[in-house]
C-alpha cells in the first residue's frame, strides 16, 4: 500500500472548500494533543475519515461517543459559519514515514480547497523573554491572515517534530499555514497553555469558544501540585529536625 492514505467514512461533506483545518502533536505540554482533544469535546464534530500510514502506530482507544478511536481520525464541523476540519492526532507516525504523513496531509487539505492549517504547540516557559509573554507564532510565506497577539518565534529558537514537517510541507506546497505555540510546562501537560492557544485561534478566525474547562483543569494540576510540593518540604524539614 501507499506509505499514507485517506479512508472517508463517507458521513462528511462533498465540499471542504474554504474549510479551516485544524491539529496539533503530543509535544511540549501535550499542547497541541489537548487543544484538539478539547476541540473535539465542546464542538462535539462528526467523524469523516481516516488517515491511514503504512506503519501504522499499535494502539487504538474507544469512547462510547465516538466508538473506535484510531491514531489519525479527521472530524468536521460548522461552527459560526465555518467550515472546521480538526485532525485528531492521537499518537505519532513512526519516524520513517513522519514526513510522508505530513507532507499527505498538506496535500489532501491543498487539493480539497482548504483556506489555511492551523496547528497548536508548545514552546517551554524558560524561553520567555518577559514574564508576561503567551505564546510565540510561526507562518509559512503564504499565510495572509490574522496573526496572534505576539512575537514570532525568532533568536534561534526551532520548531521540532512533526509540527515542523507539517509547516515545512505547507511552506514548499504553497499552503497558507500558522503555528500558534504557547508557552507551556514542557514536563507536563498544560492545559492553561491549551487554553491560550484555543484563544488565540478563537479570536483571529472569529469563533466563538468557552474554555474556561480548560483553565478549571489547569488550576485542578497546578493545585494538586502545590499539594505535592509542600508535603515533601514538610516530609524532608521532619527528617532534618529528627536528626538534629
Known sequence: MRKVKFVPTGEGPEDLKGSLLVTGFMGFG????IA????????????IGYFVTKYLPEQVSYSEERGLELP???YYKEVDGKKILILMNRWIPVTVERFAYADYVVKWAKKRGVEAIYAFGGLDNSYKEEPKERLRWVKTRHYDGPLP????????LK????????????????????????????MR????????????????VDLSLDVSEL???????????????????SGATGRESHYM
Open 159 to 186: 520548531v521540532i517534530g512533526p509540527l515542523a514537517l507539517l509547516l515545512a510541507s505547507a511552506e514548499v506546497r504553497g499552503v497558507k499555514a500558522l503555528a500558534i505555540l504557547p508557552f507551556c510546562e514542557s
Open 215 to 233: 483553565v478549571e483543569r489547569a488550576e485542578s494540576i497546578e493545585s494538586e501540585l502545590e499539594r505535592l510540593r509542600k508535603m515533601l518540604e
Open 72 to 74: 489519525f481520525e479527521l
Open 30 to 33: 501535550l499542547v497541541g494533543f
Open 36 to 47: 484538539t482533544d478539547f476541540l473535539l469535546n465542546k464542538l462535539k464534530p462528526k467523524k
Open 149 to 156: 497577539e505576539g512575537k514570532p518565534m525568532t533568536g534561534g
Open 189 to 204: 501537560q498544560d492545559p492553561r497553555a491549551s487554553a491560550v492557544g484555543l484563544q488565540e485561534f478563537a479570536r483571529i
